[in-house]
Nanobody
Framework: VRLVESGGGMVQPGGSLRLSCVAS????????MAWVRRAPGKGPVCVSY????????HYADFVKGRFTVSRDNAKNTLYLQMNSLKSEDTALYYC?????????????????WGQGTQVTVSS
């Protein structure tokens, strides 16, 4: 199993980024997936969560209306479109696989994580 994130970088407040996570080594379309972030000095938080066919999504309150999660099962890829970025969105963003349908709250029990991609929002 491998999850590889990309798309992070430095952006000014109000800007946008699109993160991607390419999955391999398993049947991507069978699994719930999540985007989790860890800000400096803070614990990991689930930003967004999506079910296997993309029909059901969940967002943390602090990103609702700004972030959009999606997936392309034909390309084995998970996406996170981030708009109206704020300085407090600065964090290391990970994609993770939820093999047991645990949901967005039990992130420490997700079985596979990528290496993360850094997002820095600064003027």
């Amino acid at each position: 199993v491998r999850l590889v994130e990309s798309g992070g970088g430095m952006v000014q407040p109000g800007g946008s980024l699109r993160l991607s996570c390419v999955a391999s080594g398993f049947t991507f379309s069978n699994y719930d997936m999540a985007w989790v972030r860890r800000a400096p000095g803070k614990g990991p938080v689930c930003v967004s969560y999506i079910n296997p066919d993309g029909s059901d999504t969940h967002y943390a309150d602090f990103v609702k209306g700004r972030f959009t999660v999606s997936r392309d099962n034909a390309k084995n890829t998970l996406y996170l479109q981030m708009n109206s970025l704020k300085s407090e969105d600065t964090a290391l963003y990970y994609c993770a696989r939820d093999d047991d349908g645990l949901g967005p709250s039990r992130i420490l029990e997700y079985d596979y994580w990528g290496q993360g991609t850094q997002v820095t929002v600064s003027s």
